[in-house]
């Protein structure tokens, strides 16, 4: 039995397009990052946080959503 923070949460058509705004949101983030500074240590740290951020916010998104289905087999 997998516990549920850890099992994977089909969303719902709801949580769905809210996770396909959240990834065109960081999409474009990444991108004006690219664009506006300069490749260094401190633009990849930028794009890192930006990719973890998205992540967190989409599991925000389905773990939360009370028609998403977790598979816990």
């Known amino acids: 039995m997998i516990d549920k923070p850890y099992?994977?949460?089909?969303?719902?058509?709801?949580?769905?397009?809210?996770?396909?705004?959240?990834?065109?949101?960081?999409?474009?983030?990444?991108?004006?990052?690219?664009?506006?500074?300069?490749?260094?240590r401190h633009q990849s740290v930028a794009l890192t946080n930006n990719e973890t951020t998205a992540m967190w916010a989409i599991k925000a998104v389905v773990f939360n959503d009370s028609e998403s289905v977790a598979d816990t087999r």
């Open 7 to 40: 099992a994977y949460h089909k969303p719902s058509e709801n949580g769905l397009a809210k996770i396909n705004r959240l990834r065109e949101h960081f999409s474009e983030g990444e991108r004006l990052i690219r664009e506006l500074c300069p490749a260094s």
